[in-house]
């Protein structure tokens, strides 16, 4: 990569602005060239037109759960949501430390408010950012706390900020600065 030993990119940026589109698009790329990709995704879940929840889908496997929901009964309030710890961490961590293991590039979408409830998700992601391996993520642009400052002043990641004019490259612009690393991983 082109900022000596950068190993981690995370986008951020508005709400909706298409971070998790253009991440996925980047994995797209990736895979193409055969890279093995893990970890995990969360999408928005509407129903009629109105937002109800959040999944979390771990990318090797499609498994599925939910990272939150505005009709969940227990778990850690956030708004009009209950976050779904047990989902959130059987899901979603075990996707991440999955891919610690088994891929060449790990992937977290995202690390914001609902995730920073769960310890086991905290430590999921310091591993995946410790174990050496390239790193592809979306962060909550304006959430705060120990791990998101740690990811942001952590001199081996970028944060790439999103925006109308700058979303439709950075697919391919992502993809060609992780490249290099999973080719020098021997995959």
């Known amino acids: 990569m082109s900022e000596r030993g950068v190993r981690a990119i995370f986008l951020t940026g508005r709400p909706g602005v298409g971070k998790t589109t253009a991440l996925l698009k980047a994995v797209e790329l990736l895979k193409a060239e055969g890279a093995r990709v893990g970890g995990m995704v969360s999408r928005e879940v509407r129903e009629g037109g109105v937002r109800v929840g959040f999944e979390i889908i771990d990318l090797a496997t499609g498994r599925r759960g939910w990272l939150a929901h505005v009709r969940q009964r227990e778990g850690p309030r956030l708004g009009k949501y209950r976050v779904n710890l047990r989902d959130l961490e059987e899901v979603g961590v075990g996707a991440i430390l999955s891919a610690i ?87």
């Open 101 to 187: 293991e088994e891929a060449d590039l790990i992937v977290i979408d995202e690390v914001g408010p609902m995730e920073l409830f769960s310890p086991k998700f905290v430590e999921a992601v310091r591993r995946a950012l410790a174990c050496g391996k390239p790193v592809l993520g979306t962060i909550h642009y304006r959430a705060r706390g120990p791990l998101l400052d740690e990811v942001r002043r952590s001199p081996f990641v970028r944060i790439i900020t999103v925006d109308l004019s700058n979303r439709d490259e950075l697919p391919e612009r992502v993809a060609a600065e992780l490249g290099p690393l999973l080719a020098s991983r021997g995959r």
